[in-house]
C-alpha cells in the first residue's frame, strides 16, 4: 500500500467551503449591472419566485427575481428579451453554481422596447381587440364625460377649458398614476371602474371616456401599452377615446380605443360640439322647418280646392244610391215571408224523423254495441297483463344472472389487484434501497470531485498562490515590481512578504527544459497558473 504523504493543509467540509466561496464572491461582486439576453423564462414559479437564464455569446449566468420584488418590477422579463439586470452575484450551494440575485430589471435601449410592443401589438391583434367592426360611434352630445387622468397636471386644465369653451357638460374625473410603477393598474381599474356604475348609482355614468395624458418618453408612456390597459379599453362599454401624448406619440390604447386623439385637447373636442355653431345650425333649421311647414300646406290647401271643383254635385251622387234603397225596401216583406215558409218546411220534415220508436230502436242498438265492445276490452286487457307479466319474470331471471356475473367478476378482479399491491409492496424496499446507494454514490462521486477541481487540493501538494496589496493574484513575475507587497497563500495559511531587487524580469525562453521546484527558503516563486 502507498503511503501518503503527511499535510498541514487543514480539512474543511463541503459547506465550509462553499460558505467560503459564497462569502468570496458575494465581497467581490456586491453590486453589479449585466446586460445579456432572457432565457428559459417560463413565468414565476407556484412559490411566486421567476427563475431563468441571462446570455450573451460567449457565457450564460442563472437569474433569480424573488416573489416581492417581481411584484415591484414596472417591466416584466420575457422570453428572448435583451434587458440589463441590476443586482448582487451570489452562490447557490445546493447546486455549486453562482447566479445573480436581481432587484430591478430594464430594457436594453429603445430598440429592445420597441421590439417587445411590436410583439404584443401582434398577439392582441391577432385576438381581435384591435378589430375596426369593435369599435362604437362616439355619442353627439353626451350629458356626462369620465376622464381617466392625474389630477395635479395640466392635461385635466386643457380638457376643462376646453369643454368650457366649447360645450360646457358635467365630468367625472378618476384620479390616476399616468407614469411609474403601478399606473397601468390603476388607469385600467379606472376604466373597469366607470363601466361598472349602473343607472341606481349616486353618481352619474359617463356618456363617453377620456383617457389622456401629455407627452413623453417611449419609457414614460410604457403603463399605456401594457395589455391589461388595453384589455380594459377593449372591454369597455362605454366609447373610448384615447388622447396619450402627442400627435407623434402611438401606444397600444390607441388602437384598442373608439376614437383616437392627438391631443387631450383634440380629445375634448371630438367629445362635444361647438355651442354657439350648435345654436345657429338649431336656429337655421327651426327657420327651414317653418319655411317647409308653410310650404306644405299652401300646397295642400291648392290641391285640396283643386279636388273641390273635380268633384260633382252631392245631390247627383246620392240619386242612384236612393233609388236602390227604395226598390230593396218594396222587396223586402215578401222576401221576409218565402223565408219564413221555407224554415217551417224543413222544421216539419226534422219532426216527422225524431218519432219516439224510431229513437227507441237507435238507443237499443248502440246499448248491444257497448256491451259487445265492454266484453271485447276485459278479453284484451287480460291478455296484455299477463304478456306484461311474463316480460318482467324474462327480466329477472335475466337481471339475477347478471348480478351474479358481475359480482364473480368483480370478486376475481379485486383478488387479482391484491395480489399485485402485495407484490408491489413486496418490492418497494429492496427499490428504495437500490435508489438510496445510487444516490449515496454519486454524492461520494461529487465530492471527490469537487477535492480535484479546488486550488485547495494544489496548495496541499506544496504550491503557493502570491497575491498583491489588493488582493488579486499574481499571474507572472513581470507582475512583481520591487517593494510591491505580496500575500502568500499555503495550505495552512497567509504570509505576508515584499519584493526585493532591481533586476528586471527576464522573458522566458522559447524552449526550455524543466527546471527543479524551488525550495521554500528560495528568493521567489514561479507562476502557478
Known amino acids: 500500500m502507498t503511503d501518503i504523504a503527511p499535510s498541514n493543509a487543514p480539512e474543511i467540509s463541503v459547506s465550509e467551503l462553499a460558505s467560503a466561496i459564497k462569502r468570496t464572491v458575494e465581497d467581490a461582486f456586491g453590486f453589479v449591472r449585466l446586460r445579456g439576453e432572457i432565457s428559459g423564462f417560463r ?27 417581481f411584484g415591484r418590477l ?17 452562490t447557490f450551494p445546493g447546486s455549486s453554481k453562482y447566479q445573480i440575485v436581481v432587484e430591478s430589471l430594464e430594457p436594453a ?52 377649458h376646453r369643454l368650457e369653451d366649447r360645450f360646457p357638460r358635467s365630468v367625472l374625473v378618476w384620479p390616476v398614476r399616468v407614469q411609474g410603477e403601478g399606473s397601468a393598474a390603476e388607469v385600467a381599474a379606472a376604466i373597469r371602474g366607470f363601466n361598472a356604475i349602473d343607472a341606481d348609482s349616486d353618481l352619474p355614468r359617463p356618456d363617453v371616456l377620456i383617457v389622456a395624458r401629455g407627452g413623453g418618453s417611449l419609457e414614460d408612456l410604457w403603463g399605456f401599452n401594457e395589455e391589461i390597459v388595453v384589455r380594459a379599453a377593449a372591454e369597455s362599454r362605454i366609447p373610448l377615446i384615447s388622447a396619450v401624448g402627442h400627435e407623434t406619440d402611438t401606444t397600444l390604447i390607441d388602437f384598442a380605443a373608439d376614437r383616437r386623439a392627438p391631443t387631450p385637447s383634440a380629445a375634448a373636442e371630438m367629445a362635444v360640439p361647438v355651442r354657439a355653431d350648435l345654436i345657429l345650425e338649431i336656429g337655421d333649421l327651426a327657420r327651414r322647418h317653418g319655411a317647409g311647414i308653410r310650404r306644405l300646406f299652401d300646397d295642400r290647401r291648392t290641391e285640396l280646392r283643386a279636388a273641390m271643383r273635380a268633384l260633382p254635385d252631392a245631390e247627383r251622387l246620392l240619386e242612384a244610391a236612393r233609388q236602390r234603397l227604395d226598390g230593396a225596401s218594396e222587396r223586402l216583406p215578401n222576401a221576409l215571408r218565402a223565408n219564413a215558409a221555407a224554415h217551417r218546411t224543413r222544421l216539419v220534415r226534422a219532426s216527422g224523423r225524431l218519432a219516439p220508436g224510431v229513437l227507441m230502436l237507435r238507443l237499443g242498438r248502440a246499448k248491444d254495441g257497448l256491451a259487445a265492445l265492454g266484453g271485447r276490452a276485459g278479453t284484451a286487457l287480460g291478455r296484455r297483463v299477463e304478456t306484461r307479466r311474463q316480460g318482467f319474470s324474462s327480466l329477472s331471471d335475466r337481471l339475477s344472472r347478471s348480478l351474479g356475473v358481475y359480482a364473480t367478476a368483480q370478486r376475481h378482479r379485486i383478488a387479482r389487484d391484491g395480489e399485485r399491491l402485495a407484490s408491489l409492496f413486496a418490492r418497494a424496499p429492496r ?17 471527490k470531485l ?80
Open 43 to 69: 413565468g414565476a414559479s407556484p412559490s411566486g419566485h421567476v427563475y431563468f437564464r441571462l446570455k450573451d455569446q460567449g457565457a450564460v449566468i442563472e437569474a433569480v427575481i424573488w416573489k416581492g420584488v
Open 74 to 90: 414596472r417591466f416584466k422579463p420575457q422570453e428572448g428579451l435583451e434587458v440589463i439586470a441590476t443586482g448582487r452575484v451570489t
Open 109 to 160: 435601449g429603445v430598440g429592445a422596447l420597441m421590439a417587445l410592443l411590436e410583439e404584443r401589438r401582434k398577439k392582441l391583434t391577432a385576438e381581435g381587440l384591435f378589430d375596426p367592426d369593435r369599435k362604437r360611434p362616439l355619442p353627439y352630445l353626451p350629458g356626462v364625460i369620465g376622464v381617466v387622468t392625474s389630477p395635479t397636471g395640466a392635461v385635466i386644465r386643457d380638457i376643462l
Open 431 to 447: 427499490a428504495l434501497d437500490l435508489i438510496v446507494r445510487r444516490r449515496g454514490d454519486r454524492l461520494e462521486a461529487a465530492a
Open 450 to 529: 469537487l477535492g480535484a477541481l479546488s486550488y485547495q487540493g494544489v496548495l496541499a501538494r506544496g504550491f503557493a498562490l502570491v497575491r498583491d496589496g489588493a488582493g488579486r493574484p499574481l499571474r507572472s513575475a513581470g507582475a512583481v515590481t520591487p517593494g510591491l507587497a505580496l500575500s502568500i497563500e499555503f495550505a495552512d495559511g497567509r504570509v505576508a512578504a515584499r519584493a526585493e531587487g532591481d533586476e528586471p524580469p527576464r522573458p522566458a525562453p522559447a524552449r526550455a527544459e524543466p527546471k527543479p521546484a524551488r525550495k521554500a527558503g528560495g528568493e521567489g516563486q514561479g507562476s502557478l497558473f
